[in-house]
């Protein structure tokens, strides 16, 4: 059959795809070798890039590719004789409509207002954050609340303001449904703290050296080929694809936080080894939303899993520990391990957090930026809310706006949405374990005999291999049967507290 | 004045500049980060913008911009008090109507016959080294000349053909004046070799750690501003300026040769503070041709000043000896340094070659390209020409192919006319070095004192300053008030091998 218009729409995908795929290389480089001084250079290389793609992403030429490409489908329907090719052609046509229209109903107006707020907001908290003071970003925060609220307007989909932003992290996510998965999280994480024992970390340390070398030994351990990943060292860890069979991950030590690394490491990976997995072995599907990743949430879920799952788990502490030992760390046996890497405690930073008080934070800022986008919170209220909130549910309170609402970079560039993909990666990560525990065995037996390659081959064939062809929702219902829920990562938190008493 | 025609051009070529950083530091990540199987996207990438760039080099847009400001410019004259503000501007006009017009002349299919041809001619010469046989890669270079003859041609400047594809490189270089500076090259070099005492080098070596350190020590006492170059490690060394504000070194470790990685990063240094030096502290310089290097061969004048005067020099052995020996070095004093680093030896590789055996690689090269370009050499009988020159100039012989002809790649990517800025490099280093020690003392004086800076500000003054504004030789000719000669080079051997006796 005739594919012309398909041919024709794929290869104008592919050109954004080098395209993105360039801008990608940009920041990684920004992140991982630029000296300081070529920020400003490298600035003006992004937004040359920034400024094709939107005109690539929002041109005439693009419609009528998509349109041409869609007419052809249907022609030429019944020359197909496999039904899965023609449900998945609809559904890319279906995703790059929706993005399409999503783009064509904004003011371009709006367009370059938002950018320019976006970068100004992300200046301005720069600023706030080393100065401790939410008063400097405030003005750019009220308007980045106002451009964002507008833009939702615009967009005009069948969702709710907040529902709108939250789209692209989470497709088809409603308030109605949010609230559902994290009110049973809301009750019971708070009582779950306060039965645990109150102790303080252990302070040690080992070497940036060793941390490094471990971070070496887990890649090596989880099979990492080194042909297709490279590792590098920047500011804040990181996953990204800069091409077909080019991943890159980045760790970071971290005074003080012995783990940090090493659970950076584990957390990328996950996210690495998703989009590993994804259709994208033919330069075709690399191009074609199909080819991408599902939702923040499942993109979290993998990494969770990796992070949480195995690293944080008895059976690795055990398989682990000899070379924790040999890189100078003084703990006793593997249990001291287990529980010094698991160390429960509330704190008031997000990045740093356990898994039991993770949640807590998510829930906060996702309830905060409903309330600004769709209720009475008014910007400038932020920091007294923030701390009251903290108070309430970690029992803990920033000292100032630095350690407290000014934490994340999120907000600031009027990212609002994209906070509850971390909780709902806990869920999924969660209730996916079980499944994959009923398919292949226990997670802690795997691990005992180094299976990393049949989690992987169990991770690939249920998640990753799918792409986008089905939400996270549907896809969290076709592997495990049932509809997503909290009831999984509850009783994995409750199992993990009991095995500490 | 109006300077809008002016200023609409500057947009154009910023825009060309962008694209063309873009391009290198793809290049850059490519050669230091990138994993080995991301290498076929990459070139989807790379090839991408090359297009793109070809597309704005060669458009009727930039046609007519660089014509309205030329006629704006005209018109304008008068309005410019400081005359050396206009000659700038005519400078820049002029350049770019050399370039745009030796694009124009081009027929299309040829522009795409040569990529394509470079393409494979680069495979093939890949394949043909590694396996020495120059057979594989006989008809891609038979295809290689006979295309860029063709280009010479279509090209038709006032220039022979080889002289017409050497101009990029040397611009303004014609085969007499380049025959002049090299005969007494040819007829001194041989003798010179033939007097000194041979001897084995020594065979030592410095663990990849103590060499590294050795490199960033130097690096350090150069005085590097590590927010604006940055470092790291490569196949094959180079520099390359990512940005007006970003510059990039790269070195390698090579077993056995415990100076090969410390040379090169002096080598590379000299390439990159010319860069560092060039008008291109503001956007605007940095995107139109005067903010250029002037040729090759300043260029390479100026890494084998690092490499050469600076760290083959006594007094700099001296400084730096306590440095070696901390990192393991047996030698028992600084003259014993000075002597391995300068250890003279003729031997079958141009990239490892002494100072004094350099030049003659670079000749047999240039006459045996010249010889296929102009002359009655057949592309067949390289191997045994090749073969037959090393025995008459540096009486050895190389025992394949992959030891001999083949050994650099720039032939498989037709890059006729570039060997000869090698050698212009040492004559213009030794020229330029006399005058230096004129104006601002002896170069081991300074060297003594680390008076490094001194040398850096008389370098920017007298070279790097000046980019493209007037060519090489007229550069050396404002220096050192004489025309470029190969008596400066050859008093600088002389020297040498005296002091070794």
Redesign the interface.
Known sequence: MAEIAWNKLGAYLK?TQ??G??QN??Y??QN???????A???S??LT??AKVLHQRNSSEEFANLIKSASIELLDSERHYKNPQIIQEKKRNIELLEKEFNRQRNLDPKLVESLAKAKSIGYESWQEAKKKSDFEIFLPFFEELIKLRIEEAKQISEIYSPWETLAQPFEPDLTLKWLNNMFQPLRETIPSLLSAINKSNKNSWDLSPESQQNLCSKLLDEFGR??????V?KSPHPFSIT???????ITTRIVEGEPFSSFLATAHEWGHSIYEQGLPSQS?QWFAWPLGQATSMGVHESQSLFWENRIVKSKSFSKRFFKKFVAEGCALKNHLELWKSINHLQAGLNRVEADELTYGLHILIRTELEIDLIEGDLEAKDIPYEWNKRYEELLGIRPSNDSEGCLQDVHWSEGAFGYFPSYLLGHLISAQISSQMERDIGLIDNLIENGEYEKIIFWLKNNIHKHGRSVNSMELVRNITGEELSSEYFINHLKTKINDFC
Chains 1, 2 share one sequence.
């Open positions: 050109e080098i395209l795929s360039i290389t940009l990684w480089d991982t070798g630029m000296p300081k001084k070529g400003s250079w490298r003006e290389q040359y890039i080929n080194k042909d297709l990943v490279v590098a800069l091409g077909p069979n080019d991943y890159r330069h």
